[in-house]
């Protein structure tokens, strides 16, 4: 597939090509980004989601009116101001990730960075869900997440083989959201009637509350609701994490400049650093590396006509290896996003999370996540790779084709 986009890209910033029976168009260009994107989402639809098996009618799948009231309802709680108000949640999973570095670094025992990845990332957003940390038993109930996700297709509308491909798994994550409905209902039922929920509580909460007014929020949109922003906030957070250990363990170089921030005479602080860092690792591994639109209409973008009824790919991942906006676009250069004049500042140049009206809601969420984490872990360990994966997954996200198996080493103080 992605050889394919990439021979496509060869021909200008958007370019025709037949992917199966379908016709096609890619986009990678700043402005035609722009265009499709941000300034006329409601020319470029999505058609049917290629995770609505797993979504349902949750936010990421919804369309129209329903998708506008669902996306109300949770913004607020993806802002600057709302990641605040669980940021006691997400310092819990942090510092639960660093317990388990600490220790096995002490004992010297081999670890997964990925798993290790995965399990943080999931314990922070089921914390912000539930308000508990993540068992274990819960835990391998909900890998079949990355299972389903792992199955789905790259741009097509459904899994090849359907529902049946992934039913096992399907089951099993029903069963746990049902499960998890039933417990939040029952500690909703010891807060009295009357009695407002509390700002900042677990956003399975929210939902309940929401649904005693408003019919559309039956046990299935819920369920769907509750299973999109686990899969949504935990996958692409995890792939970028580990995405990052790699990048550092082929980039010694960035790692110490990223020790060096804080340092007596150093120009960039250890925020800045980090937040470098993860926005490099988010270029060249967008957590939303292909965004599938459909056209149902004829448009003119730059002169160029996009047929009613044709697919449209936008791709972050060949926009942000592009060398007309990135100069040396395959190296990993966090310093770029400190420097002036290092990175292109042309509005749809830069879009790991897409951009728009759609553009993922979890942004602000994920990136103080990862950032409190990596707070933790940069400065006190070092993962010491025995082996790393040598390609990458192009499927429904990007992922790291092999398991990460490391000894963590602790690092002396500085």
Known sequence: MIALLTEARELGPISRFRLGSRQT????????????????????????????????????????????????????????????????????????????????????????????????ALDTIWRCLTGHPLDAVTHRELSSIEAVVAALPTAAAAPDGGPDAMAADLARIDATAERTIAAAREEAAERPAEEALPDGAPLLQLLLETARTRPEYT???????????????????????????????????????????????????????????????????????????????????????????????????????????????????PERFLTAGRRPVRPGAYYPFGVGARACLGLQFAMREMAVLLDLLLPAYRPAFRSTPAATVFGANLRPDGSMPARIQAVPPS
């Open 25 to 120: 168009v890619l986009v990678t260009g700043p402005e035609q980004v722009q265009h499709i994107l941000a300034q006329h989402p409601d020319r470029y639809v999505k058609r049917s989601h290629r995770a609505r098996l797993l979504l349902g009618d949750g936010v990421i799948s919804a369309s129209g009116d329903a998708w506008k009231n669902q996306r109300r309802l949770l913004q607020a709680q993806f802002t600057a101001t709302g990641v605040r108000r669980h940021e006691h949640r997400i310092a819990g999973a942090a510092r639960r990730t660093a317990d388990r570095w600490a220790e096995k670094a002490r004992t010297g025992e081999l670890t997964d960075v990925g798993e290790d990845m995965q399990f943080f």
């Open 219 to 333: 046990d299935r949109l819920i369920r769907d609701e509750l299973v999109t922003v686990l899969a949504a906030g935990h996958e692409t957070t995890a792939k970028t994490l580990s995405w990052l250990f790699l990048l550092l363990d082929r980039h010694p170089e960035a790692r110490e400049w990223v020790a060096a921030a804080d340092r007596p005479g150093s120009p960039v602080g250890r925020k800045e650093a980090i937040h470098a860092l993860v926005s490099e690792t988010l270029r060249l591994y967008p957590a939303v590396w292909l965004i599938p639109r459909h056209a149902p209409e004829d448009d003119l973008v730059d002169g160029y006509l996009i047929e009613a009824g044709s697919d449209v790919l936008v791709c972050p991942y060949l926009t942000h290896r592009d060398p007309e906006l990135w100069p040396d676009p395959e190296h990993f250069d």
